[in-house]
């Protein structure tokens, strides 16, 4: 029988997810309530960082995040365009304006002296991104955050479970939003949390998910009143119960899990590590435990004869679904507006020609890996230049 191919992504749902579930429809409270509190207080503990929000997706914990800060629309935030698009997105939605800077080409996370380069006196924060889930280069970060007072938001959508120097990314950051959306390594579903040492700003995000309101629906149901008021012009992204029981019973697999991310990364550094000279690997630093969300490679096409996306179509050739994370935002269409151009980030645009995602979730077997590793070797020996 030919071997079934190997997908990019696949998730597993723990035994007490669906206990969780159920509970939480009989209990007939299925809006933010006793579920969402756990959740946020457990996420705490986790990070061992005091203050946490639950919220619809970490898109809008980053957008509420900003908000906190009090924005005005000549406030300039500097993040990446090696992301997602959500990250600039929540800055565009904040009425700030996104500032880019380049990226290290080997960690793919954003350059801190890139950073210092492009600070003005409208610069109100820093948003790096934890990209497959590795920690941005903090201590460094801090220092140009530091030196300019500026405060640093995590978009950690990648990186619940990573630690820099044995700490979360929550505790070293002034607030980490986390994304909890159904490829994650901790789903809700949908979700994110902003997570925060610092109390006032997460009680000002507690505030503006619920569309500015002194007292949420459950708070006025526990105390058997009907009245509150509206304190700022908030939003509606609130996370439900069903959606914290989802992650309250993926919890229980959680440890697990990270643990056989990390297996799995491991056995493709080693698969691979000859193959230097046509496939950049993840490396990262010692001081650093990646979360391993995302298993990025960068394909050295300048020794092969074919290019990035002829690669990918040669490992579906082989059963193998690969990914890219992700097209540099300079690449997209709405960010032609901002006049940016490749040349100005040469390393995100080389990284952006060459990384290729492989699959890597809990339930993939060490043998699939050996299967992916051999179709690479495979492709690069025959495209070798
Ligand atoms: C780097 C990054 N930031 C933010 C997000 C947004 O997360 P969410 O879907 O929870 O809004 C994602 C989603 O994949 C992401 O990859």
Known sequence: MADQPI?????????????????TLKSTWLSSGPRVKQLEQEIARRCAVRYSAAVNSCTNGLL???????????????????????????????????VFADIDPISLTIDPEEVARKVTPRTRGIIPVDIAGQPAEYDRLK???????????????????????????????????????ATKNLTCGEGGM?????????????????????RDAHTRHQQASWQYDVIAPGRKANMSDIHAAVGLGQLNLFDKQQEKRAKLAERYRHNLADLEEYIGLPSPPRYVSHAWHLFIIRVNTDALTIDRDRFIEEMRGRGVECGVHYIPLFDLSLFQQFGLQEQIFPNTAYAGRRVVTLPLYPSLKLTQVDRVCEAIREIVISAAR
């Not at 990019?8 to 206990?19: C, G, K, S």
């Not at 000549?74 to 009425?95: D, K, L, Q, Y």
């Not at 009680?203 to 309101?213: F, I, N």
Request: charged share 20%.
């Open 7 to 23: 997908r990019l992504y696949d998730l597993t749902i723990a035994r007490e997810t669906m206990a969780e579930v159920r509970d």
């Open 64 to 98: 509420l995040t900003l908000q906190a800060l009090g924005l005005d629309s000549t406030a300039e935030i500097i993040t990446t365009p090696f992301s997602f698009v959500a990250t600039a997105e929540a800055i565009m939605h904040a009425g700030a304006n996104p």
């Open 143 to 181: 220092k140009v955050a530091e030196h300019f007072t500026l405060p640093i938001i995590s978009d950690a959508a990648h990186s619940f479970g990573a630690k820099y120097r044995r700490k979360s990314v929550a505790k070293v950051a002034d607030a980490a939003v986390f994304s909890f959306h």
């Open 194 to 214: 902003v997570v925060s040492p610092h109390k006032a700003l997460v009680e000002r995000v507690k505030l503006l998910r619920t569309h500015g309101l002194t």
